[in-house]
């Protein structure tokens, strides 16, 4: 008996869909009423961005099309009522934005875009905004911009295709539409600024690559921030942007260089075993961009004084340095440095050395802390900034985009140098995480000639961030590629017999 109660519920629910008046009327009987699409959105519970895809051919399913179609008739009813009242008044013939041109209607929360941004339906750019909601107003953009095509005359776009098995009565809802995102995929509707930005330089230059790239590179630095605040939004963490810095912070002279010890490495093995050797010059990629996740101190630096560490903090330290009795095959932590005694160093400076002293290694005796500038720090405080600009990396690599890959190098390179005191940024003036991010890339080759000494090559050179020479079979420890977890050769040569490479030579 059950069965045939669920089959009578079944049929109870059955039926067709509610008959909706063309796109083009919808968007017309909302703003006769003098309503936004803020204003009906609400109402239905729905998002001012679905409000505008109905509006320009896609079709609501379930319980909310009939909630439409009651507004919809609602809206009809009313407008007669008041076109019988009144003669002067007619009733709404077809989209006004006819009239006006696309994206110019009657509603306050459409906008035109400056530089096209992803649209919410078709993923492709758009130069319409939506109560804050990028997209295309005339459907056939939108279905073009899915098929490739040259749009003809306004049409609905199709639904995809659903393996869900819809509910009775109801059209089977819309789809997610999906982008490649790197490894991973994500919502089409997801902002993409480098991407938008790429495809409004290239239309602005007429697809001049060369000219689209030098503007790029040109805005690298507000588009950075502009990508730092879109990432940000949700975030746990509040930043303070504009902090009180101690004097170790500041420029010395106008042209001089603050107190921190950044640990840039310039250090060459000082011999070789006799014979001829090759010599391989690896470039770390991306170097900077990795330093991105490092722990960067949030508010502004406290001082403190004692030989403690807090890791729940980060900033710069005063340390005396350990002494480094390796220099003959692993280059020292804290760079070349040629006076003994104290100095400021960094948070992944410090960070390094207490590892290093550890246990696990017992390099080096562990550095002694005389006092510190710090505040508390979060190693993920960039993630969402450092990973959208990794993707767009791997993709303008995958794609042989050369124009994304320097507008994006220009992004993250800029990004770290003017943090300090520049006039190019003016919106983040964090000097201390200049230094951290600096220090953190310096770390990271560290460990990179740790790893090479480790698996049994011979570490020959390690210079700045980004270049490590070694000899031996390279490759069966690091893989070779353009990716940030991968190397690539930037040059081979030979040491000669029983000579080893020159010190002095920063070549």
Same mark, same amino acid.
């Given at each position: 008996m059950?069965?045939?109660?669920?089959?009578?519920?079944?049929?109870?629910?059955?039926g067709?869909?509610?008959?909706?008046?063309?796109?083009?009327? #919808?968007?017309?009987?909302?703003?006769?009423?003098?309503?936004?699409r803020a204003?009906l959105?609400?109402a239905?519970g729905?998002?001012?961005?679905?409000?505008?895809?109905?509006?320009? $051919?896609?079709?609501?399913?379930?319980?909310?099309?009939?909630?439409? @179609?009651?507004?919809?008739?609602g809206?009809?009813t009313?407008?007669a009522?008041a076109?019988?009242?009144?003669?002067?008044?007619?009733e709404?013939?077809?989209?006004?934005?006819?009239v006006?041109g +696309? $994206?110019?209607?009657q509603?306050?929360?459409?906008?035109?875009l400056?530089?096209?941004?992803?649209?919410?339906?078709?993923?492709?750019?758009?130069?319409?905004?939506?109560?804050?909601?990028p997209?295309?107003?005339?459907?056939?953009?939108?279905?073009a @911009?899915?098929? $490739? !095509?040259?749009?003809a005359?306004?049409?609905?776009?199709?639904?995809?295709?659903?393996?869900?098995?819809?509910?009775? $009565?109801?059209?089977?809802?819309a789809?997610v539409?999906i982008?490649?995102a790197?490894?991973?995929?994500?919502?089409?509707?997801?902002?993409?600024?480098?991407?938008?930005?790429v495809?409004?330089?290239?239309?602005?230059?007429?697809?001049?690559?060369?000219?689209?790239t030098?503007?790029?590179?040109?805005?690298a630095?507000?588009d950075?921030?502009?990508?730092?605040d879109?990432?940000?939004?949700?975030?746990?963490y509040?930043?303070?942007?504009? +902090?009180w810095?101690?004097?170790?912070?500041?420029?010395?002279?106008?042209?001089?260089?603050?107190?921190i010890?950044?640990?840039?490495?310039?250090?060459?093995?000082?011999?070789?075993?006799?014979?001829?050797h090759?010599?391989?010059a690896?470039?770390?990629?991306?170097?900077y961009?990795?330093?991105?996740?490092?722990?960067?101190?949030?508010?502004?630096?406290?001082?403190? %004084?004692?030989?403690?560490?807090?890791?729940?903090?980060?900033?710069v330290?005063?340390?005396?340095p350990?002494t /480094?009795?390796?220099d003959?095959f692993? +280059? &020292?932590?804290i760079?070349?440095?040629?006076?003994?005694?104290?100095?400021?160093?960094?948070?992944?400076?410090?960070?390094?050395?207490?590892?290093?002293?550890? +246990?696990?290694?017992?390099?080096?005796?562990?550095?002694?802390?005389?006092e510190s500038?710090?505040?508390?720090?979060?190693?993920?405080?960039?993630?969402?900034?450092?990973?959208?600009?990794?993707?767009?990396?791997?993709?303008?690599?995958? &794609?042989?985009?050369?124009? !994304?890959?320097?507008?994006?190098?220009?992004?993250?390179?800029?990004?770290?140098?003017?943090?300090?005191e520049? &006039?190019?940024?003016?919106?983040l003036?964090?000097?201390?995480?200049?230094?951290?991010?600096r220090?953190?890339?310096?770390a990271n080759?560290? /460990?990179?000639?740790? #790893?090479?000494?480790?698996?049994?090559?011979?570490?020959v #050179?390690?210079?700045? %961030?980004?270049?490590?020479?070694?000899?031996?079979? /390279?490759r069966?420890?690091f893989?070779?590629?353009?990716?940030?977890?991968?190397?690539k050769?930037?040059?081979?040569?030979?040491v000669?017999?029983?000579?080893?490479?020159?010190?002095?030579?920063?070549?």
């Open positions: 059950a069965d045939f109660e669920a089959i009578d519920a079944l049929l109870a629910r059955a067709k869909d509610v008959a909706l008046p063309p796109a083009e009327e #919808r968007r017309a009987l909302r703003e006769e009423l003098n309503l936004s204003d959105a609400r239905l729905v998002s001012p961005s679905t409000v505008g895809g109905w509006e320009t $051919g896609r079709e609501p399913s379930g319980d909310v099309r009939e909630k439409y @179609a009651y507004f919809l008739e809206a009809r009313k407008l009522a076109c019988a009242e009144d003669p002067a008044v007619e709404p013939e077809g989209d006004v934005s006819a006006d +696309p $994206g110019v209607g509603d306050d929360d459409v906008d035109v400056a530089v096209a941004r992803p649209c919410v339906l078709c993923g492709q750019p758009a130069l319409q905004e939506v109560a804050g909601y997209q295309h107003l005339d459907p056939a953009e939108c279905a @911009a899915v098929t $490739g !095509t040259t749009p005359a306004p049409a609905a776009p199709s639904p995809p295709p659903s393996t869900a098995r819809p509910h009775s $009565g109801a059209r089977p809802a789809g539409r982008v490649p790197g490894r991973r995929v994500q919502a089409a509707d997801t902002p993409d600024l480098i991407a938008s930005a495809a409004a330089a290239l239309e602005e230059h007429a697809g001049d690559t060369d000219a689209a030098a503007a790029l590179i040109k805005r630095i507000p950075a921030m502009a990508l730092l879109h990432s940000r939004k949700g975030g746990r509040d930043v303070i942007a504009h +902090p810095l101690p004097e170790i912070l500041r420029k010395q002279t106008a042209r001089g260089a603050d107190q010890w950044e640990a840039r490495p310039r250090w060459t093995r000082p011999e070789l075993p006799p014979g001829e090759e010599v391989t690896l470039d770390v990629n991306g170097a961009l990795s330093a991105l996740k490092t722990h960067l101190p949030l508010g502004q630096l406290e001082h403190s %004084t004692g030989d403690h560490h807090d890791r729940r903090r980060a900033g330290h005063l340390i005396t350990p /480094w009795e390796h003959a692993l +280059p &020292n932590p760079g070349s440095r040629d006076e003994p005694g104290p100095l400021w160093v960094t948070e992944p400076t410090l960070r390094l050395l207490l590892r290093l002293s550890g +246990p696990k290694y017992g390099l080096c005796e562990p550095p002694e802390i005389h500038w710090t505040s508390g720090a979060t190693e993920g405080l960039l993630e969402k900034f450092r990973v959208a600009l990794k993707d767009a990396r791997e993709r303008a690599i995958d &794609n042989g985009d050369e124009v !994304t890959l320097e507008y994006v190098k220009a992004m993250y390179s800029k990004f770290v140098s003017t943090l300090g520049s &006039n190019y940024n003016r919106e003036y964090r000097t201390d995480w200049m230094h951290l991010i220090s953190q890339a310096f080759l560290w /460990w990179k000639a740790h #790893r090479a000494y480790d698996e049994g090559l011979m570490v #050179r390690a210079m700045g %961030t980004d270049e490590l020479h070694v000899i031996g079979d /390279w069966a420890v893989p070779e590629g353009r990716g940030v977890t991968e190397v050769i930037k040059d081979i040569y030979t000669g017999v029983g000579v080893g490479p020159d010190p002095a030579d920063d070549s």
